[in-house]
């Protein structure tokens, strides 16, 4: 029988809580809830309480907690090689750029650590590809309500107020336009746009999808004034849609230029990729970009199979999400304050006309994990491991407090 090892640090939930509020910069409104081991679909506190994870890290833990074949590459590859910098080659990179130019139709690779970091990447290949064109070539478009991380350059193309104005002067020459508005699309973009930056499913704005014609449209205007398409796929991306990548939803698809991921892609590791075309890779030329820690063998090792398990699973994402949104809708229907539910796959909003952080606090003392966003939108990213079983779990306990809203 396998045991499980205890913690490097033995501590109740409350120590946890109270040494973190002593020594830990407080720039996290964090719930009360300290975890100490997961598996499947379920993670524990200290008291050994066991929760349904239905928000995996907000979109990370692709596989729920200690996937035996996570662990087994995980295990080997640190007895082979963790680091060795981007002086030198490593077996994994070469080999998961590729998977990655397969599944996304887009050539080439660079590898970063988190999120945010592919965002600043993929906006520096946006002024350089513009700068290479004029140096008047440098406005980005994006969009209102969107969330693109919170370095500067990632927060100057962020369009919510909150996350930017204690930060600014933000980067000059962003415009924003309204979700799916065209014709303010189309008045944003000149001769000086460099790049636009889209999610493709809004996620920290409320689960709001990109319709076809705004993409299209957005690719045509692109096209038209040679500015790059950047797909923020970090949330609504790899897998997560059922599909490998949101612009992939809607056939044919509408091929962005540059698309950067993170989140799942190394099932838990921090790891971000800019992915792109030969036009918008051009633009970083050796010596324009990099990462110390970048694409090293651990991370890359991991996402290599964290996307094996992830491929077998697609059709699985596909079948539970349209389960689970069909049950949301169930319940919706029963209550007037559920004003919509939204997304695909294993991205699922349920936008209420009546505030949601409470009830996040509720589902999580009945041992259900979830996460509200933009004050009224209950956001579900569940593990792509999870089937109608956890589904109905869930959906019960939300049921539960949707009963007791007066
Ligand atoms: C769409 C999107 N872009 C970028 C980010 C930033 O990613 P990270 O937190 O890994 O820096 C996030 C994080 O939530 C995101 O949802």
């Not at 020594?23 to 409104?29: D, G, K, T």
């Not at 051009?282 to 651990?298: E, N, R």
């Not at 991370?299 to 077998?312: F, N, P, S, Y």
């Not at 109608?388 to 539960?400: F, H, R, S």
């Amino acid at each position: 029988m396998t045991s499980v090892p205890p913690p490097a640090v033995e501590s109740s939930s409350q120590a946890i809580i109270d040494l973190d509020r002593e020594y830990v910069l407080q720039n996290y409104a964090r719930y009360p809830l300290a975890l100490v081991r997961g598996k499947g679909c379920y993670v524990y506190d200290p008291e050994g309480r066991r929760y349904l994870d239905f928000i995996a890290g907000i979109g990370v833990n692709a596989f729920g907690h200690a996937h035996p074949r996570i662990v087994q590459a995980i295990r080997e590859q640190a007895g082979l090689l963790i680091h060795c910098s981007n002086l030198y080659h490593n077996h994994y990179q070469g080999p998961l750029a590729k998977r990655l130019a397969e599944i996304s139709g887009l050539k080439r690779t660079f590898f970063a650590n988190s999120g945010t970091e592919a965002m600043e990447g993929a906006l520096k290949m946006a002024r350089a590809h513009g700068h290479s064109i004029h140096p008047d070539k440098y406005e980005i478009v994006s969009l209102e309500n969107s969330f693109h991380g919170r370095t500067l350059g990632a927060l100057s193309v962020t369009g919510q107020p909150k996350y930017r104005s204690d930060f600014e002067p933000l980067l000059p020459g962003v415009k924003f336009v309204p979700l799916n508005d065209i014709a303010a699309l189309e008045a944003a973009f000149s001769e000086r746009t460099a790049g636009i930056v889209v999610e493709m499913i809004q996620g920290e704005g409320g689960i709001y999808p990109l319709t076809r014609e705004f993409t299209a449209k957005a690719r045509e205007l692109a096209d038209r004034y040679n500015a790059l398409l950047i797909a923020d796929e970090i949330q609504c991306g790899v897998g997560r849609p059922g599909t490998w990548f949101a612009y992939q939803r809607s056939q044919p698809a509408i091929q962005p230029d540059v698309v950067t991921a993170a989140k799942p892609l190394a099932a838990g590791l921090p790891l971000g990729v800019i992915i792109a075309n030969e036009k918008a890779a051009a633009a970083l030329q050796p010596g324009m970009h990099g990462s110390t820690f970048g694409g090293g063998p651990f991370a890359c090792r991991v996402a290599l199979e964290a996307l094996d398990i992830m491929e077998e699973l697609l059709p699985a994402i596909q079948r539970v999400g349209g389960y689970f949104h069909v049950v949301l809708n169930e319940l919706a229907r029963k209550h007037s304050f559920v004003k919509e539910v939204r997304g695909f796959g294993l991205m699922l909003g349920v936008e209420l006309t009546v505030p949601g952080k409470q009830m996040v606090v509720d589902a999580m003392a009945e041992g259900l994990l979830i996460n509200c966003t933009h004050d009224t939108v209950l956001r579900f990213l569940p593990p792509y491991i999870a089937t109608e079983k956890e589904v109905d779990q869930a959906v019960k306990v939300i049921a539960k407090l949707f009963g007791k809203v007066k």
